[in-house]
């Protein structure tokens, strides 16, 4: 029976129902705390009850409409009415208790968002349903019907995807999924630590879990070995990391408490220490988490309770007097790569194949079953190689000379002119090397005398191809030209202490140099990585004149440590020596054959500037597997032993078919550290702010005027750049135009550029001073130099790309180079074929 | 039938209202968002920080103490301010003389008096500017974010036209300028996020219109060519290449930036005269009226500056009196002009400004009392000379700030300094976590928002610790 007024306060209820839930939401956001009282606890903690009713009620409805449907009388639609009906103000209550519990929660994980906002479509929902049922009511027709069915049925859909949301919060996601798979306690464990070390740490490999064995081996033996021991330590840690450090690690500190450090777990929380060695009953950390399920107080508190073998694992290892490793026998968490340096025996199957790396490369797509992807036709090769080696672009000529030359061994010949090409090929490297020494002609610390410039040096060390183990020590030990990156750059007055400039130079050292990252370990024990806080500090000590008092997140410890290298078994540094002592020490350590690491980094990043992608990525982080280690390892070796000479180095790279590959492009950039990369090829790069600028200035004008470069290189007298001379960008400060194109501000290390284009950028060359300055003057000339708009066109086109223009460009440009072009057309012609993406990238 | 028609159309309506009640609390960019509470509320959706560069003394501007005219042979300890004060439109409160306007309107906003500058050891101004800026003092290990680098991030622009994050009014061709654009950058964020700088708001419209000399046709014509060259060249090989892509996407961008509408906001010229003159007392009052116009139209983060230089402007090493004379004109008709103006446009509930500095001036005392740093100033005991007479040495233990508007308390007195010398903070002191993380909390940022940059999570404020001031909200 169905009643006007009942039907309008029905509907105004629903409606001021749905209101208030929004501005509770909205009274819940704004902290008005009413969220620790607790009425609001209790009444967020009926939510997991209340849901149940609107869900039985729905279901229920639905239910009955499907007997309509198939009885095909309507004997249920009183019913359905009430049941909806019911459904909906329960479906209100559930709603308001939801958002009260969730204001329990600290941050909304996706998962919760996910939940919420479905559960408010069902709630929607079921009112619309409500609604329109009570219209059918009234006025059954076939539209309305079918309309009430439709919106049912998707209340109901929702409401089933609303469920499984709500129960992956309470129960964990795999819940139901996990019955199906479970066969061993070996195997479950393994499977969740892969998945979830792929979604958590890129590179963390699987470790199988052997629980019940260690048990047996723990309980039975009375000193269980190192190895054993190792083993149950770091199964405790992967039990922690998967389960307790959302809520007790580095980012999230419940209770006080983190369980990311041994020092951490016994350090203990707000309610004191979590673990009694050798006494697991009387262990905080053991009886939470061996509470019953549903308990208040069970750990973890979100997601699922530890399996019973998990349990016994932590009871295990606090009973055996909870115990950590020490750094040698500790299986490491984190990869960590071989330091020795590796020579692998070539493939023998590779005999087509003359260029080593193109046999290791070989024998890579044989394994992956990849054919070898097709090789760059002259056109492309030479100006991507020009581009790579020296950072301009081949003259018409040269590129004609090139294209008709008939010997076989022509690429190989014009890489060994281009590396010839000494001036050119230091200019061009110079940027490179001044991203990653952080060396600049202006910056902050100069004014205070806290900073030093090197280029001097440097230029004359790319320039005369210094020994790469030179190089390294006159940079680790540095006399007074090559001292800037060492001393890094001092501020006046207090600083931290993991950034003095001892620290500093451990941290670039061991970035630019060895591809690890001591930054973290510079404050505490890394979190990342193995690297610990005194690791960090006996690296430093070696640049310090006395041991530094080892400072823990900035405050004193009281502690020191004696000056080391990283890994100590390369060689001692003496800690009685003076710093310059100790720093020659070091420099012999550094460039050592033993010392594989360094070979392998520079390997890499040469690799990594001619390639696209360095063989291991990030290129910081050469703990991280490469896509051929073979290769990595060959190249690394060959390399020391020809006494790291870079250009050799770069000469193989560039005459390998390895790089002679058609470049490849990437959707989103973050591909490029992806770690389940596979070699397809050269990757397509974008040309540097140095390059465009080199490249407009041999074209159409030096955009940088010469009196306002930085650094004035003496060129060798037999050497006179084909284009003519112009002040290239490495030799000039950094500026607005340059910083718009990704030259970094080298305050810190920059082993890697920002290659994307952005909307500052596009502003500085849509209507930058500069560069409009530049197109103006270039046309100016190109008007008196050129007869006619076609000329220019094609002189143009011989220019930046080594080509003529198609019949469909011309017919464009044309259009406003016509027969006798003003200077405003030469520039805006030049501005739309420089921005065009042919010029742009390095195919 | 009429019933259900009534019934159809309130359920459309309803509908559609809480489709849009959906939307507003919940902006899809959430989801993707770091850290986003489900309907979290903010205050204010555009910042406008008005940077007093150089340290601006605050016993001379917002909170003045006992004046002492200047005459031949008297103590520099005695000289607390050198201008005497003057009523505000707050009961008991006064300003330096000069700030008259300014004083007008503090029933709109806060005035601020004990903020606490960092202890660093030595006073640089760009090291204490940096901190200010990007909440971390440098050195750091990874290029620091500018807070508005975070909020152009976090937030994004209003209107796209108008870019995110804009600064007005700082040359880095200055002294220290390297130690400026330490701080002037989006850091780890990326490029995309940093400061769209002006230097001179006369010359702002430059930056957002075509090449100067080139007319509108032309520019037209210039993209036009640039369109029709790029599809008839070897695009087809390139796919979706991201360089490709984000270069197509940008140009677009810029494009479109330059000839749209919202452009105007950028010409002061197109400002009515009567108003334009009120702000035109030089650069600073300028650029807030483009700040003014920008807001209209939809910015999200404008930083207007009396620009930082050694020596000039705020930053007082002598002369103190003459020259803060001379800076209290410069901003006082514009601030208010500023607040008043947003405020009868209906902006002011949702915009929050701020005026601040890096640190205060004491005649005495350089640094804090019990932490005085190395002396960097002459200043004699007895005072014979005008250009001895003002607050030269740098303080940091007191300092004056401003805010409007964006949900701030309105007609409120926060904090409080010594009435004598050390004119420090005695109650309420504030720090530049919690300001950072107040402007947050407006804007609806969530305090642990964090970046993990080489394996570390990067937080706004260190360590996400800082706490906005609840206090301060009204």
């Keep these: 029976m169905y009643n006007k007024r009942l039907f309008w306060v029905g509907m105004s209820l629903s409606c001021i129902c749905i209101f208030a839930v929004f501005n509770t939401i909205q009274i819940a956001g704004s902290g008005l705390d009413l969220t620790g009282s607790l009425a609001w606890r209790l009444l967020g903690r009926l939510h997991p009850i209340a849901v149940h009713l609107p869900i039985g009620v729905i279901l229920f409805a639905a239910f009955l409409e499907i007997l309509i449907i198939f009885k095909k009388h309507a004997a249920y639609r009183q019913a359905i009415q009430l049941s909806l009906l019911i459904g909906l103000v329960a479906g209100v209550f559930s709603a308001i208790s939801g958002l009260m519990l969730s204001a329990e929660g600290d941050h909304a994980s996706l998962l919760l968002l996910r939940h919420q906002w479905v559960a408010m479509g069902v709630l929607c929902l079921s009112g619309l349903a409500w609604f329109k049922h009570a219209e059918l009511l009234e006025n059954p027709t076939k539209r309305s019907l079918a309309g009430f069915r439709i919106l049912l049925f998707a209340n109901v859909l929702l409401l089933l995807l609303a469920t499984y949301f709500g129960a992956s919060l309470t129960h964990g996601t795999n819940y139901w999924s996990s019955e199906v798979s479970k066969k061993t306690t070996k195997t479950l464990l393994t499977k969740k630590t892969t998945s979830l070390a792929q979604e958590r740490e890129p590179g963390l490999e699987p470790d199988p879990v052997f629980v019940l064995e260690n048990e047996q081996l723990f309980t039975n033996i009375e000193t269980p070995s190192m190895e054993d021991q190792a083993d149950l330590q770091l199964q405790v840690r992967t039990i922690l990391a998967h389960n307790c450090y959302d809520c007790h690690g580095p980012k999230k ?11 951490l777990i016994m350090k203990g929380g707000e309610s004191g220490p979590v673990v009694v060695p050798g006494n697991a009953n009387a262990s905080e950390m053991y009886k939470r988490i061996s509470l019953p399920e549903g308990h208040e107080d069970i750990m973890p508190s979100k997601g699922k309770k530890l399996t019973e073998q998990e349990i016994r694992v932590i009871a295990l290892w606090i009973n055996t007097g909870a115990a950590w490793p020490d750094s040698q026998q500790v299986k490491k968490a984190f990869r960590n790569a071989a330091l020795a340096p590796r020579n692998p025996v070539l493939p023998l199957d590779a005999a087509a194949y003359g260029n080593p790396i193109d046999k290791w490369t070989n024998s890579y797509l044989k394994a992956k079953k990849l054919s070898w992807p097709s090789q760059t036709d002259d056109r492309t090769f030479i100006r991507r190689v020009y581009l790579d080696l020296i950072g301009l672009l081949p003259t018409p000529k040269e590129l004609e000379n090139f294209l008709s030359d008939k010997k076989a061994d022509k690429r190989e010949q014009l890489v060994r002119q281009l590396l010839d090409r000494e001036d050119d090929y230091a200019a061009h490297w110079l940027s490179f090397w001044n991203d990653a020494l952080r060396n600049d002609y202006t910056g902050t610390g100069y004014i205070t005398g806290g900073r030093f410039n090197i280029t001097n040096w440097l230029y004359a060390a790319i320039k005369t191809n210094k020994p790469f183990p030179q190089f390294v020590k006159e940079l680790v030990n540095p006399e007074k030209e090559s001292k800037g990156f060492i001393e890094g750059i001092k501020w006046r007055g207090e600083i931290n202490a993991s950034q003095r400039t001892e620290m500093q130079a451990a941290q670039n050292v061991a970035q630019v140099f060895l591809g690890l990252n001591l930054k973290c370990a510079s404050c505490h024990n890394s979190f990342i990585s193995d690297w610990k806080l005194t690791d960090a500090y006996g690296f430093a000590n070696i640049f310090a004149d006395s041991s530094l008092e080892i400072n823990r997140c900035d405050k004193p410890t009281g502690k020191f440590t004696r000056p080391q290298m990283l890994w100590k078994d390369l060689g001692k540094i003496d800690s009685m020596e003076s710093r310059k002592v100790k720093m020659a020490q070091l420099a012999e350590i550094m460039v050592k054959p033993e010392n594989g690491r360094l070979y ?13 992608r360095g063989l291991v990525e990030p290129a910081d982080q050469m703990d991280n597997q490469p896509w051929s280690q073979d290769l990595l390892d060959w190249m690394a070796f060959d390399f020391q032993k020809k006494g790291g000479d870079i250009k050799s180095l770069i000469y193989s790279i560039a005459t390998s078919k390895t790089y002679q590959t058609k470049s490849v492009g990437l959707k989103d950039p973050n591909d490029i550290v992806l770690q ?25 004008d030096p955009i940088f005027p010469d009196s306002i470069m930085k650094f004035k290189p003496k060129y060798s007298p037999s050497f006179v750049p084909p284009g003519g001379y112009f002040a290239r960008a490495a030799f000039v400060a950094n500026n607005s135009f340059l910083i718009a194109l990704g030259r970094p501000n080298r305050e810190n290390v920059t082993t890697g550029r920002e290659s994307q284009a952005n909307l500052l950028q596009a502003l500085e060359l849509t209507n930058g001073e500069r560069f409009n300055a530049m197109l103006k003057r270039g046309a100016t000339k190109w008007q008196s130099r050129y007869p006619d708009g076609d000329s220019m066109l094609s002189a143009f086109y011989s220019l930046s790309l080594g080509r003529k ?17 003003s200077p405003e057309d030469i520039q805006d012609f030049f501005w739309a074929a420089l921005l065009l993406p042919e010029i742009q990238i390095i195919d | 039938m009429s019933k259900f028609s009534d019934r159809r159309k309130f359920l459309k309506t309803t509908s559609a209202a809480t489709i849009a009640a959906l939307g507003a609390t919940m902006p899809l960019s959430g989801l993707l968002s770091s850290m986003k509470p489900f309907g979290k509320q903010s205050s204010a959706d555009t910042v406008i920080l008005l940077w007093m560069g150089g340290g601006m003394a605050h016993t001379e501007t917002f909170d003045p103490k006992r004046f002492t005219a200047y005459s031949k042979g008297i103590k520099s300890n005695d000289v607390l301010s050198t201008f005497p004060s003057v009523p505000t439109v707050l009961d008991g409160v006064h300003f330096s003389e000069g700030l008259e306007s300014v004083g007008n309107i503090m029933d709109r906003g806060t005035v601020i008096r004990s903020y606490v500058a960092a202890d660093m050891g030595h006073i640089l101004h760009s090291r204490h500017q940096y901190h200010w800026h990007t909440c971390y003092r440098p050195p750091q290990s990874v290029s620091a974010p500018h807070i508005g680098s975070w909020v152009a991030r976090e937030l994004g622009p209003i209107n796209s036209s108008i870019p995110a994050f804009i600064d007005i009014g700082q040359r880095f061709t200055v002294g220290e300028g390297e130690e400026l654009k330490a701080f002037h950058t989006a850091g780890f964020l990326g490029n995309e996020y940093g400061p769209f700088m002006i230097p001179d708001p006369t010359a702002g419209l430059e930056s957002v219109r075509p090449p100067v000399g080139m007319s509108e046709s032309r520019f037209e014509k210039r993209n036009q060519l640039y369109k029709e060259l790029m599809n008839q060249g070897a695009m087809g090989e390139y796919g979706s290449d991201y360089h490709k892509e984000s270069m197509k996407r940008s140009m677009e961008q810029a494009y479109r930036l330059l000839k749209s509408p919202e452009a ?3 010409d002061l010229n197109k400002e009515p005269k009567s108003s334009y003159d009120i702000y035109n007392t030089g650069k600073f009052g300028l650029g807030c009226l483009m700040a003014k116009r920008l807001t209209q139209k939809g910015a999200r983060f404008i930083s207007v500056t009396t620009e930082y230089e050694p020596f000039m402007n705020w930053d007082t090493h002598e002369n103190g009196h003459t020259r803060l004379a001379d800076m209290k004109k410069r901003i006082d008709a514009p601030i208010a002009q500023l607040v008043k103006d947003l405020e009868q446009s209906g902006h002011l509930d ?21 932490l005085k740093v190395q002396e960097q100033v002459k200043q004699p005991d007895i005072i014979n000379d005008m250009k001895f007479y003002g607050m030269h040495r740098h303080f940091t233990d007191g300092c004056s700030m401003l805010m409007f508007g964006g949900g701030i308390k309105k007609g409120n ?62």
């Design chain 1, 253 to 263: 500190v419940k209770g006080d408490l983190r369980l990311d450090h041994i020092d």
């Design chain 1, 600 to 612: 392998r980094t520079i390997v890499n990043r040469i690799w990594k500037q001619m390639l696209g």
């Design chain 1, 676 to 700: 389940n990369y596979s070699f397809r090829g050269s990757l397509r790069k974008r040309i540097t702010a140095e390059q465009f600028s080199d490249m407009v200035g041999a074209i159409i």
């Design chain 1, 805 to 821: 223009p198609n019949s469909k460009e011309k017919a464009v440009a044309m259009k406003i180079l016509g027969n006798a072009p």
């Design chain 2, 264 to 266: 105007a906001a950028f």
């Design chain 2, 350 to 370: 949702r915009t929050m400004i701020i005026l601040a500095t890096e640190f205060s001036r004491d005649m005495m005392v350089e640094g804090r009392p019990e």
């Design chain 2, 413 to 474: 007195v926060f904090g409080q300094t010594a009435d004598e010398r050390p004119c420090k903070s005695i109650k309420d002191p504030i720090v530049i976590d919690q300001v950072h993380q107040s402007i947050y909390h407006a804007l609806g940022i969530h305090p642990e928002t964090n970046y993990v940059v080489e394996g570390r999570p990067f937080y706004t404020t260190p360590d996400g610790k800082g706490k906005a001031v609840k206090e301060l909200f009204g």
